[in-house]
């Protein structure tokens, strides 16, 4: 006889932890998919001054919009076109080295 029923292993199973993804959720949290092939990606030209310290008694100055480049990437395809031979697929025993057949 053991410790626990199958019903209760089965409630168990059910309350599994779900994964987190940490660094995703900190630095991604928006996920952005196309439906095409092409890929758009904007980037910003010029340095963006970030304040390591803001003084809430000094106003803060408006910074004009300087534009940026788009580029469309298509990524490449990566599923196997070649055809499959059976006869050359080489049969040995597990952990036998094929370089010795």
Known sequence: MGLFTTRQLLGYTEQKVK?????????FRRTV????????????TGKTPVAAYVS??????????????????????VKPKHRLDYQQAVERLPGEDPARL
């Open 19 to 27: 994964f987190r993804a940490l660094f995703l959720e900190l630095f």
């Open 56 to 77: 809430p008694v000094v106003s803060g100055k408006v910074l004009r919009s300087r534009g940026g480049e788009t580029r469309v990437l298509r990524p490449g395809y």
């Open 33 to 44: 998919t196309f439906h095409t092939q092409e890929v758009m990606l904007d980037k910003i």
